[in-house]
């Protein structure tokens, strides 16, 4: 059974930085692209950021270029979001999220979350200006 466990979301001020994990388990975690999404208050979930299962190819959201940075581990079986240059707007729930298939690309989940197999609890983010 897939399970995914965010940890190190908090409440910081604008300009701040905070690093998001997700422990992975239940899966061959290497094989498998991973991303990251939030969801705002009265809005849809949207994406983050998505990495390959090699990580040699990453996607952001505009929003976030410059200011985010996914990572993995293969051998830890985690996935990472660093946070930097925090602004309100980034307030959110932060969720973890593992390819539908090993076979789908860290693309494919930047183009729309139906390409997500599985969703971790989240973890709240909430950035104070």
């Known amino acids: 059974q897939v399970h995914l466990r965010e940890s190190g979301g908090g409440l910081v001020q604008a300009g701040g930085s905070l690093n998001l994990s997700c422990a992975a388990s239940?899966?061959?975690?290497?094989?498998?692209?991973m991303g990251w999404f939030r969801q705002a208050p009265g809005k849809e979930r949207e994406f983050v950021a998505s990495?390959?299962?090699?990580?040699?190819?990453?996607y952001y959201a505009d929003s976030v270029k410059g200011r985010f940075t996914i990572s993995r581990d293969n051998n830890e079986d985690m996935v990472y979001l660093q946070m930097n240059s925090l602004k309100p707007e980034d307030t959110a729930i932060y969720y973890c999220?593992?390819?539908?298939?090993?076979?789908?690309?860290?693309?494919?989940?930047?183009?729309?979350?139906?390409?997500?197999?599985?969703w971790g609890q989240g973890t709240q983010v909430t950035v104070s200006s």
């Open positions: 239940g899966f061959t975690f290497m094989h498998y692209a």
């Open positions: 999220a593992v390819a539908r298939s090993r076979d789908t690309r860290a693309e494919d989940i930047m183009r729309t979350r139906a390409n997500v197999g599985s």
């Open positions: 990495i390959t299962w090699g990580s040699g190819s990453l």
